[in-house]
């Protein structure tokens, strides 16, 4: 199953490109909308950097999904909780009892880390979230957020406040990085997780080993490549994926750099990821998925059909070895683990629009069940030409169910970079 996805993931993620909203980050990627630190600091009722000092993992009441609790210690607050000491942060996904739950889009907080939140409060369920999924958080490491000093990042927060409008280029600078060595990748386009190798060239790498950094996504650390050659001139290195609190992280496109032994950094060189695998499936040898719609959206009509549509366009790709579905309706409304694939709407807030949940066994590569929550807070068409600030039930989904194939997020597309 696993050589039959590499070959036809490619394939239909390129065709996503062309079905996608012009503001979608990316093309194969989370459905995510470009959220600016103008918008986020808008958007978000309190500001605040921090350290992480506790992630917990529970289930809800029911025993139907997975949440995480993540507890910072507030070292300045730029907006709201001006008096608070700590506060706590819900995420959903984690794992417990030997299963995980896997939410895209989603940020990742580890213990130890130093991190600026914009924060949405629910009062009726006394919670925070993080706002815009993962682009809410931003890693602090030393006194930088990517090349931009923190204090000149608190400064630009300071400016939205006050109505005034973000240069661009302060922007970029959250998802730089420095330095001058590698003069060609070969190739220069590959997938994540398939073992893939690309041959490093250029100068002054030294003689011992260092490591190679590949972009992840904005706010969060690189991933270092599996190193299987080094020389001063030359390194050969496998394209990257990993596991960062529990996420399925993968290498995407975007700048790629040398960090040499004795910590030198090189220029950052373009690098784009065509996909990306996870290596979970689902079980058999040509296993049926059936799922079911709940078509709870006001918006348009024929919402069954448009998902029918969408994993029906998986089920055309030749000489696959698994198949979708229809089983008719459901009447759930949110995400659980419930013995069954599930298609709802839901309301997820501003900067996601959709999400796939997925259980497995922790030391397993078997997925037990998926799901796909639309959100409601955005308008929906399924007519072959969507009205203006409409999305496309059938595109959306397409990429969604991607996640039920085992094909990770990508995150890349940094200004500059393919």
Known sequence: MKRILLTFGMTIFIALCFLLPPNLIGTAQ???????????????DSIITGQVIETTSQWNAEHTRIYTTVVVS?????????????????????????????????????????TAVFLRHYPDKDIFNVVG???????????????LYLKDFKELINKALRGETLPQEAEEELDAVD?????????????????????I??????????????????????????????????????????????????????PVYV??????????????VTFSYYGAKWSGDNPVVSYKVN????????????????????????????????????TVTEPKYNNSNDVMWGNLGQGVLAQASMWSYINSTTLLECDIEFNDFYSWSTSATPQSRKYDVQSILLHEMGHWLSLRDLYGNVNGYP
Not at 30 to 44: G, P, R
Not at 226 to 231: N, P, R
Not at 259 to 272: C, E, I, Q, V
Not at 315 to 328: D, H, L, Q, R
Request: aromatic residues 8%; charged residues 20%; negative net charge.
């Open 74 to 114: 507030v070292e300045d607050s730029m907006k709201g909780l001006a008096e608070q000491k700590n506060i706590t942060i819900t995420v959903p996904g984690g794992e417990v009892d030997g299963i995980r739950e896997w939410v895209s889009d989603t940020p990742v907080f580890n213990s130890g880390d130093r």
């Open 179 to 199: 330095g001058p060595n590698i003069t060609e990748i070969t190739p220069d386009s590959a997938s994540a997780g398939t073992n893939n190798r690309v041959i």
């Open 201 to 254: 060239r250029g100068n002054n790498f030294e003689n011992t080993q260092g490591q190679v950094h590949f972009f992840y996504k904005s706010g969060q650390p690189t991933i270092q490549g599996s190193i299987i050659d080094w020389s001063n001139n030359e390194i050969v290195v496998e394209v990257p994926v990993a596991n960062i609190n529990g996420y399925p992280a993968s290498a995407s496109s975007g």
């Open 30 to 44: 989370a459905m995510i909308l470009k959220m600016s630190l103008q918008e986020l600091t808008a958007d978000a």
């Open 295 to 330: 078509p709870n959206t006001s918006d348009c009509y024929r919402e069954e059909i448009a998902v029918q549509n969408a994993a029906n366009t998986w089920n055309a790709v030749p000489n696959k070895n698994f198949a979708f579905s229809y089983a008719g309706r459901t």
């Open 133 to 147: 999924g993962f682009q809410g958080r931003f890693l602090i490491d030393g006194d930088k957020i990517g090349k």
């Open 259 to 272: 960090r040499t032994a004795s910590g030198s950094d090189s220029n950052s060189y373009p690098f784009t």
